[in-house]
């Protein structure tokens, strides 16, 4: 089964950028998304189709996606942004979401 | 505006057969492109995609649940209905349910989910 790998925690400082990367076999062939939670609260779609952002998230947010690794950008970080990121793709006609990444702005 | 809302027991005892059901408002899924998935996420875990049912009534499970789960959806009340059977306590989990507009398609992201409903198996 296709399987999707990202880091259990990434640290920022405030008003940097951080980084979170899912890999997955030839993933930059899939359409990846990334979906944003905070504690006690359901996901929220940030980015979808690799790189478009959805009505309401800022431009801070971005994507990429190519050969085995997909990049969750998030630029100018504010303390808001602080929450669990996890990244999702279609294999198979089965849905897979990678293990999430702990977001935390120092 | 689009909601949905997920109903369904609280605490469910070993070996039973678990159903929710997922209420939503905002769009029908007899519109072409529409899909409504389940989805879990045990506490403090990853979210773990469970079951699809697309607006032609195509049903997509997870391969490691696919002998557990059924789903279907009544689209005159505009709910979607997951069972669950032999719940066992590894599937204490928040369920959520989420709607796919772009179903058929390339993408076919979430990009509307529901609040969760907190599923405790115990005896």
């Known amino acids: 089964s296709y399987e999707l790998t990202q880091p259990l925690s990434v640290s920022v400082a405030l008003g940097q950028t951080a980084r979170v990367t899912c890999g997955g076999d030839n993933i930059g062939r899939k359409n990846v998304h990334w979906y944003q939670q905070k504690p006690g609260q359901a996901p929220v779609l940030v980015i979808y189709?690799?790189?478009n952002r959805p009505s309401g998230i800022p431009e801070r947010f971005s994507g990429s996606n190519s050969g085995n690794t997909a990049t969750l950008t998030i630029s100018r970080v504010q303390v808001g942004d602080e929450a669990d990121y996890y990244c999702?793709?279609?294999?198979?006609?089965?849905?897979?979401f990678g293990g999430g990444t702990k977001v935390t702005v120092l | 505006q689009v909601t949905l809302r997920e109903s369904g027991p609280a605490l469910v005892k070993p070996t039973q057969t678990l159903t929710l059901t997922c209420s939503f408002s905002?769009?029908?899924?007899?519109?072409?492109?529409?899909?409504v998935s389940w989805i879990r996420q045990p506490p403090g875990k990853a979210l773990e995609w469970l079951a699809l049912i697309s607006w032609d009534d195509d049903k997509y499970y997870s391969t490691s649940l696919k002998t557990r789960l059924t789903i279907s959806k009544d689209t005159s009340k505009n709910q979607v209905v997951l069972t669950m059977t032999n719940m066992d306590p590894v599937d204490t989990a928040s369920y959520y349910c989420?709607?796919?507009?772009?179903?058929?398609?390339?993408?076919?992201?979430?990009?509307?989910w529901g609040q969760g409903t907190l599923v405790t198996v115990s005896s």
């Open positions: 905002g769009f029908s899924l007899t519109t072409s492109g529409m899909c």
């Open positions: 999702q793709v279609w294999a198979s006609s089965t849905g897979v």
């Open positions: 189709r690799d790189n």
């Open positions: 989420a709607r796919i507009s772009s179903g058929g398609g390339a993408g076919m992201e979430h990009d509307y």
